[in-house]
């Protein structure tokens, strides 16, 4: 979905649409899709800058990075931008440092799609868990701990710490 700058009305416009995205467009290369990606967002035109604002919604399936059952991730996610045009780009050098992180557009026109798959790849957690108390498999038997209760005995001391057992006796 692209919007033409030029045929912006002056208050802005408000779009509420679904998306369809692959799962290759993803960050994370195991996430599936359960519901389609929903937006509600503003574009409003203000003097030369672009305002845009709204919100990302969508269910995913990803993959516990601990016990690694697959579990239920909702997003959503908020987001607001502002786009300057691509020719203050070239004078990006003599911006300072608060102002030098911001997006530009090109051709009068801003690609809503990418802007949206860029919003739900910052959505995604550093590290997928399917609980905040995840243990993970047990490296002994290989069992999900949460689930069998696994009773296996786990040697927890470092060999490298074995020299330091010799002053505490």
């Known amino acids: 979905m692209i919007i033409d700058i030029d045929r912006l009305p002056k208050e802005g416009l408000e779009i509420s649409k ?20 929903h937006a509600d967002f503003t574009i409003k035109k203000s003097g030369e800058e672009i305002l845009m604002k709204g919100k990302v919604v969508t269910r995913l399936n990803l993959i516990c990075s601990r016990c ?16 300057f045009p ?16 911001r997006v530009f557009y090109s051709s009068c026109k801003i690609d809503v799609t990418e ?43 470092d060999p490298r710490l074995e020299k330091l057992k010799t002053f505490k006796r």
């Open 68 to 83: 690694l059952v697959p579990y239920e991730f909702p997003i959503d996610s908020k987001f607001d931008l502002v786009y």
């Open 86 to 101: 691509e020719e203050l780009e070239d004078a990006k050098e003599q911006l300072d440092s608060d102002k030098i992180r």
């Open 18 to 37: 679904d998306f369809e995205f692959f799962s290759v467009d993803l960050v994370d290369e195991n996430a599936v899709f359960i519901q389609p990606v």
């Open 115 to 157: 802007i949206i798959l860029e919003q739900l790849n910052l959505a995604f957690p550093v590290k997928p868990l399917c609980s905040g108390d995840c243990q993970g498999i047990c490296p002994v038997c290989g069992k999900i701990i949460r689930d069998d209760g696994c009773a296996c005995v786990r040697e927890t001391s």
